[in-house]
Every structure is written in C-alpha cells, then in structure tokens.
C-alpha cells in the first residue's frame, strides 16, 4: 500500500471517504484483508480514525469481520446476490408504489415537480453512479424514512458488486450497460404517472434482472 496524506481536519470522515473509495473501485478487491496498522501507515494517521471507518463500512456491509481472522472486503456468494437484489426490487416497489399512491390520492403541483426531475434523472445514467442517483431520488419521493434506511444499508454491497461486474469482469461497456438503464428508467417512470403499478414493478425487475444475471456469472467464475 502507497502512503497516501490526508488533511489533519475530521480524520475519521476522510479516512472512511478514502478507504470506501478504494474498496468500490477495486483498488482493495474482494476478499482483500484490511489491517488497522497498516491502513494508519499508508494514510499517516493514527489508527483510532481507521477503527472508526472499519466500524461504518463493516455496518454498511462493505467489509466483514471474523473475529479470529480480521476485516476482509466483502466477497459476494450466490446467497448474497439472491438477499441483495431481492431487497432491491422490494424497496423500489415499495417506493413506486407509495408514490403512485400519492398521485392517486393527492397529487400536487411539488409532486409533479418531483416526477419530473426523476424523468430528467432517468436519462442521465452515464456514469454509473448516476443509475444509483435515479434510485435514490425515487426513495426519497417516497417519504418513508425506514424504508429509505433500508434501502441505503443495502446499497454499499449493491453498488459494490455494481463495480466489480461491470467495470472488472463484464465485457459489455459502460455505455451500453447505461443505454439498457436509460430505456428501463423511462419505463418505471412511465409506469408511475400512469399510475400502473404492475407495469412498474415489471420495469424494476427486469432492471434488477441484468444484475443478478451479471453477479451469479460472476461468482460462478470465480467458484468454478
């Protein structure tokens, strides 16, 4: 590991911005075994802001911790994707169907505004952080607060394997992984102001559906 500096102001959050950072691009992979003393080396820092960091990312799910082995990146299995992905379809579901609930019962002027810049967030998936951007937004139109927080602690490990498949072993480009997002965005969108929640909940599967084929290839290479 290169030393790498970090500023001396609110350590904790740049160590855990840093060490998140390298774990969803790759630079620490799956299975990678991350040690206290040495993550403070390569950043000079004292080790009580990398226990912190540890601690938040092992509650996002993004690392793993056996109490007689240490903290490892988080290494996805073929259960992981079924849990993953199937939290995913639930929580967006949810989402779509409170807010279609919504324009149903008492549709605003403030929704609609919403409704709109989702539209605007649905065709802007290029990067790939824009896709998670979309969702989120969705989340937050819902206006349930422990739905959301669901959602979010599933994120990490979603957007992990995200990085993992398509920028590390899929061959399909990026931009052709984000036209597919683009088309499937329009289609929950569309689905929502037209108020048709079965056709919206199709839309979100077969979203979800490119990653699950994409993760289990994956993982069964990985485990021949």
Known sequence: MDAVVLESTNLNELAYGEIRKRIISREFPPGQRLVDSQLAAMFKISRTPIRDAIRRLVKEGLLTN???????????????????FSVSIMTETEAAAR???????????????KLRVLEEKANNVFPMENDEEFKRYLMEIADNQRLYDIYMQNQGQRVLLANIIYFGQHQEGE?????????VHNHIVLGIKNKDLEYTRKAIEEHNSYGIED???YVNHLNP
Do not use: M
Not at 66 to 84: H, N, Q
Not at 99 to 109: A, D, G, K, M, Y
């Open 66 to 84: 056996t109490s007689s082995r240490g903290f490892y990146v988080f290494a996805p299995t073929l259960k992981d994707i079924d849990e993953i």
């Open 215 to 217: 993760a289990i290839e």
């Open 99 to 113: 807010v279609i609930r919504f324009l149903q019962n008492s549709p605003t002027e403030e929704l609609n505004h």
């Open 175 to 183: 931009f052709t992984r984000a036209e597919k997002s683009k088309l």
